[in-house]
């Protein structure tokens, strides 16, 4: 009897297989799950084991003090964790900063401002220079945060489309720049205080008094454009572009309506772009009015403006806040995409609603943070591979590479900024301060890998939307496809971005604001 469906065929290969592999790990949320009860059964385990490390007086007070683990599992540290759940929740570093910032990006977005900016940035493009224009844009366009995914693309694609050349190309490139942007970047976004929340939290496992800047990587991430741009670029019509023109020719076309779609301005966006542009003026503006006088309440005490105690570095997620909300107001009233006020709500309700899982996974990430410090096993961990690695003298410069290397492995799987760094900051923060590396080198380590590797893993969340972009020119695209013409981009950024790193390292250039490379090494043996 013949069968209606032939039984599908396993696909082969490395990159199928770490598809696989991904598929059947459980959520981000159930890692963190796992990770607290792990914590708790090695709090019981280890609080048996005299360990014979000790805090600094520095640190632990007027005397060293002994590292002794605490059993989560005794009654009164039980009820302790019930009684502050709910605080370790609500004080979770990114929670507040991510819902306030994205309020701000979901008024944007919805009002049709995000799409008309995008539009007409690409649209002042000269044919010559148009792969360093997207690439150029992307950087620009992360400040959207994930928005940038669902409009940058299938917008750049039309571009080089246009233009003659592979629509994926374009798709690639803005791809590309888009993950660089995360470490390279010409203003401050929602990820610098996320990042900046999460590492001064670690640092505080070994010194309770460290302050990290908010803006401790921006003068690296700055530095790290033009590399960036120049490598995307070369790889863009030099490596890419040549395979997808060999290996995947276009099969389909998109109708004139879709075309009009994704290019065409209409009048009355053009008065609503100009006056919500004339609004971004006037805020910066006001903002440098208020920071003249150098007893401004934007200033810090001593009348800096970069200080970590400044006003203006205090309220850099309210202004992304307004920086996307007022200009997206004006253009949606204007353009009447908003009639009301309910409109506006209703934006910032809606993408709330993305933000969902996040939330879920904030929670039990806090209580898992809570726990890996107050049992004393971060600083354990910390002391001990300290311990590790001073015996080994390996020299700072190669313990900051397999930093980079060993982030770059984790995020095969995890691709989450803000997973990977709540699991891995209170171990590598701590554990290299120990050793003299500072919290700031630490999280800049971080950012280069988390940028590099995003583009070319399966396990990216935004690839099966990619490659539906894709498959409007290709339509065999599948993930193989996609990870190929990535795969190039990843190892470009990756040597750029490392080298821009080592670079500021030798020649001393600051990271960012008030921003080291080095701390006083810690003692951690007995005295």
């Known amino acids: 009897m013949a069968t209606t469906s032939a039984e599908p065929q396993k696909k082969k290969g490395f990159l199928n297989a770490v598809e696989r592999f991904g598929n059947t790990m459980p959520s981000v949320t159930m890692l963190f799950v796992y990770a607290l009860m792990i914590c708790w059964v090695l709090s019981f385990l280890l609080s048996f084991v005299d360990f014979n490390y000790f805090l600094p007086a520095q640190i632990a007070g007027e005397v060293p003090k002994k590292i002794e683990i605490v059993n989560m599992f005794n009654y009164n540290e039980i009820v302790m964790f019930i009684i502050s759940s709910v605080n370790n929740f609500m004080s979770f570093p990114p929670l507040g900063i991510t819902i306030v910032a994205t309020f701000g990006i979901g008024i944007a977005e919805k009002s049709g401002f995000v799409k008309t900016a995008l539009k007409k940035l690409l649209g002042l493009i000269s044919p010559k220079f148009l792969t360093p224009t997207v690439v150029l844009v992307s950087i620009i366009a992360h400040l959207v945060s994930d928005s940038a995914y669902v409009i940058l693309m299938p917008v750049a694609a039309l571009m080089f489309y246009a233009m003659g050349r592979h629509p994926l190309a374009g798709v690639s490139t803005a791809f590309a720049g888009l993950a660089g942007g995360f470490s390279a970047s010409f203003t401050p976004s929602k990820i610098d205080p996320i990042m900046q929340g999460f590492t ?48 995947c020719p276009v099969d389909q076309q998109l109708s004139d309506d879709e075309a009009n779609e994704l290019s065409v301005i209409q009048p009355v966006e053009n008065t609503g772009f100009k006056w919500a542009g004339l609004s971004v003026l ?48 004006i253009y949606g009233y204007i353009t009447g995409s908003f009639k009301s006020s309910k ?4 934006a910032m309700e809606e993408i709330t609603k993305s933000l969902i899982p996040f939330i879920v996974f904030a929670f039990f990430a806090a209580q ?42 984790v995020n095969i799987l995890i691709t989450s900024a803000t997973s990977k760094w709540a699991i891995m900051a209170p171990v590598l923060v701590p554990m290299l301060m120990a050793v003299g590396i500072s919290p700031e080198l630490t999280q800049a380590a971080f950012r280069i890998s988390d940028s590099a590797v995003n583009v070319s893993t399966p396990m990216f969340p935004f690839y099966p939307l ?24 990843t190892v470009g950024l990756f040597i750029v ?31």
């Not at 908010?214 to 395979?243: A, D, Q």
């Not at 003298?393 to 930093?403: D, R």
């Not at 080291?516 to 043996?525: A, F, H, Q």
């Open 200 to 247: 001064q939290k670690a640092a505080h496992i070994m010194d309770p008094s460290y302050v990290v800047n908010v803006l401790c990587n921006y003068f690296l991430s700055l530095g790290s454009t033009i590399g960036v741009i120049v490598m995307c670029w070369y790889v863009t019509e030099k490596i890419v572009e040549p395979w997808l023109n060999k290996n």
């Open 466 to 489: 990619i490659i539906m972009y894709c498959c409007r020119y290709y339509s065999k695209t599948g993930v193989g496809t996609l990870c190929s013409m990535m795969l190039p981009y």
């Open 368 to 409: 898992f943070l809570y726990s890996f410090d107050h049992s004393n096993i971060g600083k354990l961990i910390a002391l001990a591979g300290a311990d590790a690695l001073t015996t080994l003298k390996i020299p700072s410069e190669m313990t900051v590479f397999l930093v980079i290397v060993l982030v770059g492995l």
């Open 282 to 329: 006037a805020l910066i503006g006001l903002l440098v009015v208020l920071l003249i006088p150098e007893s401004s309440p934007l200033r810090a005490p001593d009348g800096s403006m970069t200080s970590s105690q400044a006003g203006i570095m205090k309220m850099i997620v309210p202004l992304i806040f307004m920086f996307f909300a007022i200009p997206g107001m």
């Open 497 to 527: 971005l490392t080298a821009t790193l080592y670079i500021f390292w030798w020649l001393n250039i600051p990271l960012g604001f008030e921003s080291t490379y080095t701390i006083p090494v810690i003692n951690s043996v007995a005295p």
């Open 343 to 346: 409109d506006v709500i209703g």
